[in-house]
């Protein structure tokens, strides 16, 4: 099984800079994503880590460490739009499948003037 | 380039009825997932098909089935609903290996 565990809410001004933390234990590891949700709204794709290093792209960056377990998301440069649930998920490695995803509870940004 | 698509948007059913869920992958897409999202919760997922099997499950009974067809769409099924099966009721494609893409979901409550 894999557990996954991510901060409930943060809180951060606009023009900010935020790090959403995640932490996983995982029987098998086949990447990690980090998809962002607006209340209502499905989840949209921000980034995918599966070598250990950082990503960026754009204003968010994501970085992985696999023999920590361990992720973060850094969004730069807040903008009020960014307040959203952050949800940390991994996949994980089957073999006759592409793999799971198993997804944190998120974290609430809260992006304050 | 149509996105995944999923309906009904909202349904209302009651204790011991049964649903029927849809949804059209992305065009080009050929794994279908299922997940649950209860309020404050992140989804969880219930199962995944690939060439019309069931390729993997999760944690669910098995009033929750499903079904691929040669279109790629996708049904989810739940018989004898419990109030506890109020929830978003996400549906995600891919292609093999890639991310998944979300539909916007149906939400679903049980009275």
């Known amino acids: 099984g894999q557990n996954i565990d991510q901060p409930t809410e943060m809180t951060a001004t606009e023009g900010a800079i935020v790090q959403i933390n995640c932490t996983y234990q995982?029987?098998?590891?086949?990447?990690l994503f980090w998809y962002q949700q607006h209340a209502g709204e499905a989840p949209t794709f921000l980034s995918y880590?599966?070598?250990?290093g950082l990503e960026e792209k754009g204003r968010f960056s994501s970085f992985l460490s696999r023999s920590k377990g361990y992720s973060y998301l850094l969004l730069k440069e807040l903008q009020m739009k960014d307040s959203a649930s952050y949800l940390c998920?991994?996949?994980?490695?089957?073999?006759?499948?592409?793999?799971?995803?198993?997804f944190g509870a998120g974290t609430q940004v809260v992006v304050t003037p | 380039d149509a996105g995944v698509t999923q309906s009904p948007t909202h349904l209302i059913k009651t204790r011991g009825q049964q649903v029927t869920l849809r949804c059209s992958p992305k065009?080009?897409?050929?794994?279908v997932s299922w997940y649950q999202q209860a309020l404050g919760q992140g989804p969880q997922f219930i199962f995944q098909?690939?060439?019309?099997?069931?390729?993997q499950r999760g944690n669910f009974p098995d009033r929750f089935s499903g079904h691929q067809f040669p279109n790629y769409s996708s049904e989810l099924n739940v018989n004898a609903l419990l109030l506890g099966d109020s929830a978003l009721y996400l549906c995600?494609?891919?292609?093999?290996?890639?991310?998944?893409?979300f539909g916007p979901g149906t939400r679903l409550t049980v009275l």
């Open positions: 995982t029987s098998g590891f086949n990447g």
């Open positions: 098909y690939y060439e019309e099997e069931e390729r």
């Open positions: 998920a991994v996949r994980d490695k089957a073999t006759d499948s592409w793999g799971k995803l198993q």
């Open positions: 065009s080009g897409h050929d794994t």
């Open positions: 880590n599966v070598l250990d």
């Open positions: 995600a494609s891919s292609l093999a290996r890639d991310e998944q893409f």
